[in-house]
C-alpha cells in the first residue's frame, strides 16, 4: 500500500511501479498470449487490479471494502477475461 500511495506522488515510486509492470505483469501475460499483445493487454489488467487497490485499501470507498473475496473475484474475472482477451471481446485489442 505503502508503494501504491506513494507512487502518486513520488516519482521514484511511479518508476518502481513501472519495473514491476515491466518484469513481472507483462512477461507472464506475454508468456500467455504472445509477445505482440503483452504489454497492451497487461496494462489493461493492471488497471483492474490497481483500481481495486486504490479503491479497496487508499480510499476505503464502502462498497468496495464490503466486498468479499469472492465477491470482487466474480465482479472483476470478466472484465480481466477480456482484456486477455478470453472474454467475449476478443477483437485483439
Known sequence: MVLL???LT????ATRLHEIFAT???PAISTMLGPELAARRA???SAQLLGLGL???LLRLPAVTALTHEEIENGLAPAIDAALGQGPDTSGA
Do not use: F, G, K, P
Open 5 to 7: 500511495r506513494s507512487a
Open 24 to 26: 513481472q505483469i507483462a
Open 43 to 45: 496494462a489493461l489488467v
Open 55 to 57: 479503491t479497496r485499501y
Open 10 to 13: 513520488d516519482e521514484r515510486a
